[in-house]
């Protein structure tokens, strides 16, 4: 079975805080991503990577940025905590290819309060 | 510009009868589109896709989803709910040669014993 891990289910942050989120997932899989989800807007993209130390902008990238050293992990970093990052974040993982065919395997999610 | 749409935000159905879950897409070339479920406090467990072929596409738990391109939808259908299935169903649809999977805003399902 695939397993996708976030290092944190739920977090409290104060304001102006650096916060790392981490994720980890043991199958190898090239493509990760950081969506965050709120109630009606669904889950929207924040960032991506297809490989080490590649990544891309999703479609809400501000005030996040990445960092993908290694495989198996990408974390996703909030510069400077701010109460409208406060949101369910969801880290997920698929197989390589641009392609696009393949489903994603998604983390717990890590509820983050920003206070 | 890729999009999806759920136009429900809620789906209420007695246990044993049929449900049906609504989505339509919006890509420029051919689509890539799946299903996923959350169950409260957890993240998304994927129920199935169509990539091409048969239009009828079956998944986990006894649901199925049929891709009509000419109405450009795939709604999800259980021939028979079950109380267990009470969750949030999302739709996404990604296109050939993208990276990028877009989710719609999700639909909650609530099955009635």
């Known amino acids: 079975d695939v397993k996708v891990t976030q290092s944190s289910r739920y977090l409290v942050k104060r304001t102006g805080e650096k916060v790392f989120l981490e994720c980890v997932q043991d199958?190898?899989?090239?493509?990760m991503f950081w969506y965050r989800q709120d109630p009606g807007l669904g889950l929207r993209l924040i960032y991506f990577?297809?490989?080490?130390?590649?990544?891309e902008k999703g479609d809400i990238p501000e005030g996040y940025s990445v960092s993908r050293e290694k495989k198996e992990r990408f974390s996703l970093i909030l510069e400077s905590a701010s109460t409208n990052q406060t949101s369910m974040y969801l880290c997920?993982?698929?197989?390589?290819?641009?392609?696009?065919?393949?489903?994603?395997?998604f983390g717990q999610g890590t509820r983050l309060t920003v206070v | 510009a890729q999009s999806v749409a759920q136009p429900e935000d809620q789906v209420n159905v007695a246990e044993g009868n049929p449900l049906t879950v609504k989505c339509t897409y919006s890509?420029?070339?051919?689509?890539?589109l799946f299903w996923y479920v959350q169950y409260p406090n957890r993240g998304l467990q994927f129920l199935l896709k169509?990539?091409?072929?048969?239009?009828l596409v079956k998944g986990s738990y006894g649901f199925e989803a049929e891709f009509n391109k000419s109405q450009t939808s795939f709604h999800l259908k259980k021939p028979s709910a079950l109380v267990s299935d009470s969750a949030l169903y999302f739709c996404?649809?990604?296109?050939?040669?993208?990276?990028?999977?877009?989710f719609g805003a999700g639909t909650r399902l609530f099955v009635k014993a």
């Open positions: 997920a993982s698929s197989l390589p290819g641009r392609a696009g065919s393949t489903e994603a395997f």
């Open positions: 199958m190898d899989h090239e493509n």
């Open positions: 990577s297809y490989d080490v130390k590649m990544k």
């Open positions: 890509v420029s070339g051919n689509p890539y």
């Open positions: 169509y990539i091409t072929g048969d239009n």
């Open positions: 996404a649809v990604r296109d050939t040669g993208g990276f990028k999977t877009i």
